[in-house]
């Protein structure tokens, strides 16, 4: 995570590298793994070799946006002072269709809401001039 963006007040992620070229994607509106060449797994987090394979031959592939709740968990004292006003909240690993699991949050759903397998939709959220973050709501499916 970078320095707070003075609007935001949070941590931003990481704009360089890999991870620089997972948000570029987020910031065009679009949620993109690698996808690996040679075996057909998705990734994520972004790094040069598939941990399946080995190979160092991918794409970025789109993502359909949607999944399940897997886990969470509640935070009701945070340990970064720029996420106290939003306690509690729940941080939540989604793991969408591609069998990606991402960390992220359900943005119409209170932490007492949550449900392991609730499915998800993509609800990507600008944050910032030049950061989208790929937040789910909840999907009538």
């Not at 729940?90 to 591609?98: F, G, S, T």
């Not at 499915?119 to 937040?135: I, R, Y």
Request: proline fraction near 8%; charge should be negative; aromatic fraction near 10%.
């Amino acid at each position: 995570m970078n320095a707070a963006s003075a609007d935001y007040g949070k941590p931003l992620p990481a704009r360089t590298g890999l991870t620089g070229e997972f948000y570029r994607w987020c910031a065009l509106g679009e949620l993109r793994f690698q996808c690996c060449e040679d075996c057909g797994r998705h990734r994520h987090v972004p790094r040069e070799l598939c941990a399946h394979c080995g190979s160092p031959n991918w794409v970025w592939a789109r993502s359909s946006g949607r999944g399940k709740v897997f886990s969470w968990t509640e935070v009701v004292r945070p340990l970064h002072p720029a996420f106290a006003a939003d306690a509690p909240y729940a941080p939540v690993i989604v793991e969408l269709d591609e069998g990606v699991r991402l960390l992220t949050r359900v943005i119409d759903c209170a932490p007492a809401a949550l449900e392991i397998g609730m499915p998800v939709e993509l609800a990507m959220t600008q944050v910032s001039d030049d950061v989208w973050l790929p937040c789910f709501r909840r999907s009538g499916d």
